[in-house]
């Protein structure tokens, strides 16, 4: 370990010459392969530069000591770090840090660059062109940023975000450092920033700046790194971009751009205002100089190489990713689940299961124009569209070899016994993913719609979505596909809908008349089940349709839609409030007493005998891909002709639990039974179905506050609540026939 002078603990840059040598060892290094002028740029925060390299070989060559070069390898890929020594001030907060990654505008999204603000450049692998003509790529990323000033106020943005997560930190980290030091090294990955704009002339014909800055981005310890230079009276952005003549202890203004220059100047103003101090060991009144003596020089490792320079962002991301979503170290929700969507697709690069290209616009690093499939005249809506749809194949895939992929990067069990948990994760990732097309992220549990049923992945029709909206009214394929799918997401981009906070505290809105209205508590799915009800399909369709005109008019406010749905109601923007009145909650509650039993009912007994286990149902595919559940994996078929109810149900089934003719198959019509007898026949039986739907859902509620008990085992079986879930779906899918069935033979009005 270097030895720090205790009268001067700021050290000054290296000679020249020693840079030198250090920067020619370190490209002689095998598996180095960083550009030149990143090195440069790193040389004079370096410590003592000598005391890692080697003796020279027999051709005279020095190379970097074995203990100071690590090989770390990523799902991602893999890549060669440099551990060094460096000045406390060096290093770059990065903007492009995954923790604050909601705060900008995602290229992602179609309508970047018509005015918006706070969008963030994509990172690229840097390169450059050899002697033969040839683009060759080395180990170190490129951005770009409109000017000087633009550079320093994405620092600014990110250095704010960066507070504000902070927060969560159990302590405060910058007297942390202050009194310990750092005990961690960071990890900082070099990245060219080339600026748009020419700078302008000084006064004697030079470059007022740089027209390209070259920083080591903190990909480890952002926080670290910003409260370091915190201390020091420093921002990232100046450390990148220059530092103010006056922060040098320099008469007059301007900035210095060179490190080799501002950080001599620096640390002699440092060791200075040590010198003259007292000793004071109060942190919080201390002189900065005393204050910073801590982290005057810290451990830090330096991304030198990668055999895959291309994948270079993805593997330096996805080495931090899983120290701070496994647990959710200082993420939010919404960042917290691109992570980890992001580390999926990054296993799939490095697996050779997706190209680049496509990674890159579904992890929201590269326009949505250029995923695979778009064509020049898709709107808006078509392309959020299609990458949503990407991604949610990606995240619930049928491919076993990602499903594999997948396990190991979300710390899954196996897909056979894959958890709610599990697929919740999933769902708010491609939620989370998703949202970056759209211009402001939403909670990402608006994507917790899907069941068990999508643990064998999810298969879409392929059917590009102009022609499934044209379709929507006629078409249960296309209906069900739009409602599954890509309802929730489209009403939570305009704040229509929100995940259930688990309570009625907050959930207020102001009426059209500036009242004060407690809304209506629902969850998501119970909305999506809203938008289902078959008298409800045509508004729903327009709903549908409305949300898609307001993305394509440049994201306003959706507006309202008729009963009819064939109206839109312009001016008369649509709301929470509007949703719940046009498609109410179905409010099923627990009967106080068990409802009269109809005339053709049994008796029921006085004790409620226990549910029984339910036997394995036939398989039944094409009712089950007639009507799924949401999230259903198969793709929808047009719904045959009703199937009669195997004869083992109703067996398995008592009659206390539910009456034995709604379950029994259905029993051959007498041609010579009168029409108002057999309407009177239809009649009993829909009342004693409704009847025991109303008593079931208040069993269900009875064994669901049981299962609260944590000492109590569990209510239900996998197997058992699978098969009770089929049976609910086969029901469900002849039950929605019937209606249409009955309003056919009804008297127009």
């Given at each position: 370990m270097t030895d720090i002078d205790t009268q001067a603990p700021f050290p000054l840059p290296p000679a020249r010459e020693t840079q030198e040598r250090w920067i020619e060892a370190v490209l002689a290094t095998e598996g180095v392969n960083v550009p030149r002028a990143a090195l440069e740029n790193a040389a004079p925060f370096i410590v003592d530069p000598e005391e890692v390299l080697g003796e020279p070989d027999s051709r005279g060559v020095r190379r970097v000591k074995a203990g100071a070069v690590r090989r770390i390898r990523t799902d991602a890929g893999d890549m060669v770090v440099l551990a060094v020594r460096m000045h406390g001030v060096g290093g770059v907060q990065w903007s492009h840090n995954e923790r604050i990654s909601s705060i900008w505008r995602s290229v992602a999204d179609p309508t970047v660059g018509q005015g918006t603000e706070k969008t963030l450049a994509s990172v690229l692998p840097w390169s450059h062109v050899d002697a033969q003509g040839r683009e060759c790529f080395m180990a170190a990323l490129r951005s770009g940023a409109r000017n000087r000033q633009a550079l320093l106020m994405d620092a600014e943005d990110a250095a704010d975000a960066l507070l504000k997560r902070d927060k969560v930190r159990p302590y405060d980290l910058e007297e942390d450092l202050v009194l310990n030091g750092q005990q961690e090294p960071g990890m900082y990955v070099p990245q060219?920033?080339?600026?748009?704009?020419?700078?302008?002339?000084?006064?004697?014909?030079?470059?007022?700046?740089?027209?390209?800055?070259?920083?080591?981005?903190?990909?480890?310890?952002?926080?670290?790194?910003?409260?370091?230079?915190?201390?020091?009276?420093?921002?990232?952005?100046?450390?990148?971009?220059?530092?103010?003549?006056?922060?040098?202890?320099?008469?007059?203004?301007?900035?210095v751009w060179d490190p080799q220059d501002w950080l001599t100047a620096f640390s002699t103003l440092l060791n200075r205002e040590y010198a003259e101090s007292d000793g004071d060991l109060d942190p919080k009144n201390a002189p900065r100089a005393r204050r910073a003596a801590a982290v005057a020089v810290v451990d830090a490792h330096l991304v030198v190489g990668t055999s895959t320079p291309q994948r270079l962002y993805r593997i330096v991301q996805m080495s931090n990713r899983r120290d701070h979503v496994h647990p959710p170290l200082e993420f939010d929700p919404v960042d917290r689940s691109r992570a980890l969507g992001r580390s999926v697709l990054g296993m799939y690069v490095a697996s050779g299961l997706m190209d680049e290209k496509t990674a890159e616009v579904l992890s929201g690093l590269a326009p949505v124009r250029e995923l695979p499939g778009t064509t020049p005249d898709m709107t808006v809506a078509e392309l959020r569209d299609l990458r949503s749809m990407a991604l949610l194949q990606e995240l619930f895939p049928v491919d076993p070899e990602k499903r594999h992929l997948l396990r190991r990067a979300l710390s899954e069990g196996p897909p056979s016994q894959l958890k709610t948990d599990e697929i919740n994760q999933r769902a708010?990732?491609?939620?989370?993913?998703?949202?970056?097309?759209?211009?402001?992220?939403?909670?990402?549990?608006?994507?917790?719609?899907?069941?068990?049923?999508?643990?064998?992945?999810?298969?879409?029709?392929?059917?590009?979505?102009?022609?499934?909206?044209?379709?929507?009214?006629?078409?249960?394929?296309?209906?069900?596909?739009?409602?599954?799918?890509?309802?929730?997401?489209?009403?939570?981009?305009?704040?229509?809908?929100?995940?259930?906070?688990?309570?009625?505290?907050?959930?207020?809105?102001?009426?059209?008349?500036?009242?004060?209205?407690?809304?209506?508590?629902?969850?998501?799915?119970?909305?999506?089940?809203?938008?289902?009800?078959?008298?409800?399909?045509?508004?729903?369709?327009?709903?549908?349709?409305s949300l898609v005109e307001a993305m394509e008019d440049g994201d306003r406010q959706p507006w309202q839609v008729s009963g009819s749905g064939g109206m839109r109601m312009a001016g008369r923007e649509m709301t929470p409030l509007w949703l719940d009145a046009a498609f109410p909650k179905e409010t099923g509650t627990r009967p106080r007493k068990a409802p009269a039993a109809p005339p053709r009912t049994p008796a029921r007994p006085a004790p409620r005998p226990e549910l029984p286990e339910l036997p394995e149902l036939p398989e039944q595919p094409e009712l089950q891909a007639q009507v799924p559940a949401p999230?259903?994996?198969?793709?929808?078929?047009?719904?045959?002709?009703?199937?009669?109810?195997?004869?083992?149900?109703?067996?398995?089934?008592?009659?206390?639990?539910?009456?034995?003719?709604?379950?029994?198959?259905?029993?051959?019509?007498?041609?010579?039974?009168?029409?108002p007898d057999l309407l009177l026949r239809i009649e009993s039986r829909i009342r004693e179905v409704n009847a025991g739907a109303v008593e079931i859902r208040g069993l269900l509620t009875e064994l669901k506050e049981r299962a609260g008990d944590p000492s109590a085992p569990v209510p239900i079986e996998r197997g058992r609540a699978d098969a009770v879930v089929r049976l609910l779906n086969q029901t469900v899918a002849r039950l929605r026939e019937l209606p249409e069935l009955v309003e056919v033979m009804a008297e127009s009005d």
């Open positions: 060219e920033v080339r600026l748009e704009e020419r700078p302008g002339p000084d006064t004697e014909d030079g470059p007022v700046h740089p027209s390209a800055f070259w920083g080591w981005m903190a990909v480890r310890g952002n926080n670290r790194t910003q409260k370091r230079q915190s201390i020091f009276g420093l921002t990232s952005g100046e450390v990148l971009a220059g530092v103010p003549a006056e922060k040098l202890g320099r008469p007059g203004g301007g900035v708010r990732a491609w939620s989370a993913l998703s949202s970056l097309s759209f211009p402001k992220p939403w909670n990402p549990r608006i994507g917790q719609i899907f069941t068990s049923k999508v643990r064998e992945g999810i298969v879409l029709s392929g059917r590009p979505l102009p022609e499934l909206l044209a379709a929507a009214e006629t078409d249960d394929r296309a209906f069900e596909e739009l409602v599954a799918y890509r309802a929730a997401h489209w009403l939570a981009s305009f704040g229509i809908v929100e995940a259930d906070r688990g309570s009625l505290d907050g959930q207020e809105a102001v009426g059209e008349s500036g009242e004060l209205v407690r809304r209506t508590r629902r969850g998501v799915p119970n909305v999506l089940q809203a938008l289902r009800h078959e008298k409800k399909r045509r508004a729903a369709v327009g709903v549908l349709h999230g259903h994996g198969e793709v929808l078929t047009p719904p045959p002709a009703p199937a009669a109810v195997p004869a083992a149900i109703p067996a398995a089934i008592p009659a206390a639990r539910a009456p034995e003719a709604a379950a029994a198959p259905a029993e051959p019509v007498d041609d010579g039974l009168p029409a």
